[in-house]
């Protein structure tokens, strides 16, 4: 295993298209993170998975985001009906269960809605 | 809500010396987590050092080290012997301790010159 694994690294994709984006942790991590990060910012949380369970989603996740870690393995975030203001890096991010654990960012998917 | 401040947009150092990276942050919890993030330029974020509220002495790691001033609320970061490698965005986050969610700063750019 080779750390967090995105797909794709990039997106180019209309307005009012979907897209789906795909994240693999590190096997044995219970925790996955979805971020966002726009150009000149850090990341802004979006969701987060404990398992397969969604615990925590952010005010920044509207109506046309959802995600979804089925068998608590990968993780998936879709975006409806994109608009210009989606274009960002989509960054995921796993960890182990204890409090104090770092978390593994994989290399982001760019999203480009055009 | 906790936020993170990093006022130097951009820095700048020379191969081999000190640099020091500052990032300040409000919360009104007692107990939480803080940490450097390295982001270089198409990779991914790698944790760089991290400290535990709780903890009065300062973290390092290697030529890595935070200068920790809880009452201050402040966490800075000094590179010593400053390296071409070091070249990257560097991010400072924090985690309170019953939360899941990194809250990162807008990061500071590192150029290292020859």
């Known amino acids: 295993d080779t750390g967090v694994s995105q797909d794709p690294r990039h997106k180019i994709t209309k307005r009012g298209q979907n897209v789906t984006f795909r994240c693999d942790p590190i096997?044995?991590?219970?925790?996955l993170y979805w971020y966002r990060q726009t150009l000149g910012q850090g990341p802004e949380f979006l969701t987060y998975?404990?398992?397969?369970?969604?615990?925590?989603k952010s005010r920044l996740l509207s109506d046309r985001f959802s995600a979804e870690r089925p068998k608590g393995s990968f993780s998936t975030l879709e975006i409806q009906r994109t608009e210009q203001g989606d274009s960002a890096m989509y960054l995921c991010?796993?960890?182990?269960?204890?409090?104090?654990?770092?978390?593994?960012f994989g290399q982001g998917t760019r999203l480009t809605v055009v | 809500a906790q936020t993170v401040t990093q006022s130097q947009p951009e820095m700048s150092v020379q191969e081999a010396e000190t640099v020091t990276l500052s990032c300040t942050y409000d919360?009104?919890?007692?107990?939480?987590?803080l940490f450097w993030y390295k982001q270089p330029p198409s990779r991914q974020m790698i944790l760089v050092i991290r400290?535990?509220?709780?903890?009065?002495q300062n973290a390092t790691e290697n030529r890595f080290s935070v200068n920790f001033q809880k009452a201050a609320k402040s966490f800075s970061l000094k590179i010593s012997d400053s390296q071409l490698g070091d070249a990257a965005m560097y991010f400072c986050a924090y985690r309170g301790n019953s939360g899941y969610a990194l809250n990162f700063g807008k990061g500071t750019s590192l150029l290292v010159t020859p």
């Open positions: 991010a796993s960890s182990l269960l204890s409090v104090n654990t770092e978390a593994f």
């Open positions: 400290q535990e509220a709780y903890k009065q």
């Open positions: 096997s044995e991590h219970n925790r």
């Open positions: 998975f404990q398992n397969e369970a969604q615990l925590e």
């Open positions: 919360t009104s919890e007692s107990d939480y987590y």
